[in-house]
């Protein structure tokens, strides 16, 4: 593995990557009648793996919307607690 971390736009080229050959290798698992073009009985376990994949970057671009619920954390790290504001203003 390589050890250096990804800048922001090199992770993009990165994930447009992932995407495209993604998306090339789905091209060849089409469902044909019940089964897949690759010989697999439909869902293909493959075309559904290629998906998931496509996906997951797709979701990383922010080119999908969130299908889950926002997670709210209670505790951020470096967090200095809850933040209140500060209404003194009374009279
Ligand atoms: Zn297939």
């Not at 971390?5 to 995407?19: M, N, R």
């Not at 019940?34 to 990383?60: D, K, Q, V």
């Amino acid at each position: 593995m390589v050890g250096k971390a990804l800048s922001p736009q090199e992770f993009i080229d990165y994930a447009w990557q992932q995407i495209r050959a993604a998306e090339a290798l789905l091209a060849r698992h089409q469902p044909v009648g019940r089964s897949c073009e690759c010989g697999r009985p439909a869902p293909c376990p493959h075309a559904a793996s290629l998906n998931e994949r496509r996906t997951h970057y797709l979701r990383r671009l922010g080119l999908l919307e969130h299908t889950r619920p926002r997670c709210v954390r209670e505790n951020e790290p470096g967090g200095g607690g809850n933040t209140q504001p500060l209404t003194g203003a009374h009279g």
